[in-house]
């Protein structure tokens, strides 16, 4: 579908059809688009948490706002978006040898060149304490591409920041893996009643947001 009558049509989901499940398949399809989110230096700095079971929303539930239940207790899936508390050598070095993996590097002098290139811009976010708030940066882009991705196979979405993130990281035991929670998304088929679904969109008009650098006075 043309990528303008998508954002058009896409729209957040408030309540989903409990008897619609995505098609595993489909669910393949979601991760292969958040596999290959971009992000900066190719970093990579996230971790997706996959549920789908009841048992699964009921161990999130709890650090989910109340008025955002209805997407967690009605979603096919939802997906627990987290950062890493910080990139390491070590994890840079995973990057790396991906990179090597894939053919994306001729040579040594080039995967050399490759390192400290990265290892600038994390070191710089390091020294500014900017680490975590740059790594949910590229989080959000991850969650972006989910987004329009799932529109393009006719899946419906609820982006959520409406949750406790601390709260989320000791439901799942997160410090243990090194990693943060910054985003929640849910997943499935819009309910019928869902009101939402006939609201218009609303956003604020072009003029109001657009300026033409030749005109604009600064
Ligand atoms: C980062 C982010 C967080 C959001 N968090 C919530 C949320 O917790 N609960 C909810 O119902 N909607 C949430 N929304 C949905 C927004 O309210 C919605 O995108 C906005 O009103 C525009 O409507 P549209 O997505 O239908 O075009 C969130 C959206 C974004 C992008």
Redo the contacts with the bound molecule.
């Keep these: 579908m043309d990528f303008v009558k998508l954002s058009e049509q896409?729209?957040?989901a408030?309540k989903f059809d409990v008897n619609k499940k995505i098609p595993r398949d489909d669910v393949e399809k979601l991760k292969t688009i958040l596999q290959l989110s971009p992000s900066s230096v190719n970093s990579q700095p996230w971790v997706f948490l996959w549920g789908t079971s009841d048992n699964s929303k009921k161990r999130v539930r709890p650090a989910i706002?109340d008025?955002?239940w209805n997407?967690i207790d009605t979603c096919s899936d939802f997906v627990v978006i987290a950062v890493r508390k910080g990139l390491d050598d070590k994890f840079q070095h995973t990057l790396l040898d991906q990179e090597i993996k894939d053919g994306r590097i001729a040579n040594e002098e080039i995967a050399k060149e490759c390192f400290e290139s990265r290892k600038f811009f994390i070191d710089l976010r390091e020294r500014s304490g900017q680490t975590l708030n740059w790594e949910t940066k590229q989080a959000?882009i991850a969650?972006t591409a989910l987004l329009y991705g799932a529109a393009s196979l006719g899946i419906d979405s609820?982006?959520?920041?409406?949750?406790d993130e601390n709260k989320m990281d000791k439901l799942l035991n997160l410090d243990n893996y090194g990693v943060h929670s910054v985003?929640v998304v849910t997943l499935g088929y819009d309910a019928e009643d869902d009101h939402?679904r006939t609201r218009p969109?609303s956003r604020l008009e072009q003029s109001k947001i657009f300026f033409d650098l030749d005109k604009f006075p600064g």
């Design positions: 896409r729209f957040t408030k706002a008025f955002n997407r959000y969650m609820t982006p959520i920041e409406g949750f985003l939402n969109k």
